[in-house]
């Protein structure tokens, strides 16, 4: 009950093309849904996080879309660059589990010239 | 704003031998702190959860006694990898909670190689 379930597991977009990775999960309790960056060799970066209190927020490049009925919540790039090839993990938590970060297994994204 | 720093980056033992990792919040305070695994190609596992002035709480499966955690302070936390061995040989990474919702910033981690 406590896993998030992400895909794909690797992604090709050609530059300037959307990138979207998918994730669901199941508690129902879960009350705050991020996303990291994470480049070779680093640590994640956070990169845009949303709660179940909205369906969509967007910064810059970056949108991510919740689905609370279906527990499912994606990533949009927008524009996708080169430097955005990373691998990118959705994660979930909730106050009460001591925000506690369950993590996706994680999209290799790469974006090609 | 909201920077953790890790040292050392890069850390190369021998095997029997101890290793200090030092995580800490440079422009916060963190209440909580938390200590993962990374392995290649692999998302992060959570070690355990390190609190300010307590005892950490670890996952199952690790060993408390050979991952020794301590958070004296507001800004600082200690991974000691104690009587390593080749597979405990890993990319590890600390966060940091910080704000009324706790967002978790990582530190850039460390990677440990015990030959």
């Known amino acids: 009950q406590q896993q998030v379930k992400q895909s794909p597991q690797s992604l090709i977009v050609q530059k300037g093309g959307i990138s979207i990775i998918n994730c669901a999960y199941e508690n129902t309790a879960f009350d705050y849904f991020p996303w990291y960056q994470q480049f070779p060799g680093k640590g994640p970066a956070l990169l845009i996080a949303i709660r179940p209190d909205v369906s969509e927020k967007k910064e810059g490049r970056f949108t991510i879309s919740f689905n609370k009925s279906a527990k499912q919540f994606s990533l949009h790039i927008m524009d996708s660059q080169p430097g955005d090839s990373a691998t990118y993990f959705c994660a979930a938590s909730l106050r009460g589990g001591g925000n506690k970060l369950t993590f996706g297994t994680g999209t290799q994204l790469k974006v090609e010239l | 704003g909201a920077v953790v720093s890790q040292h050392p980056s890069w850390v190369i033992c021998k095997s029997g031998t101890s290793v200090k990792i030092e995580c800490r919040s440079l422009d916060f305070q963190a209440t909580t702190m938390f200590w993962y695994r990374q392995f290649p190609k692999q998302s992060l596992m959570l070690m355990a959860t390190?609190?300010?002035?307590?005892?950490?709480?670890?996952e199952q499966g690790v060993e408390k006694d050979k991952f020794l955690i301590n958070h004296a302070s507001l800004t600082l936390s200690t991974l000691t990898v104690t009587s390593a061995h080749p597979e405990d040989s890993s990319f590890y990474i600390c966060s940091a909670g910080e704000g009324l919702y706790e967002t978790q910033y990582f530190g850039p981690g460390t990677r440990l190689l015990v030959l």
């Open positions: 390190s609190n300010e002035g307590s005892k950490a709480t670890y």
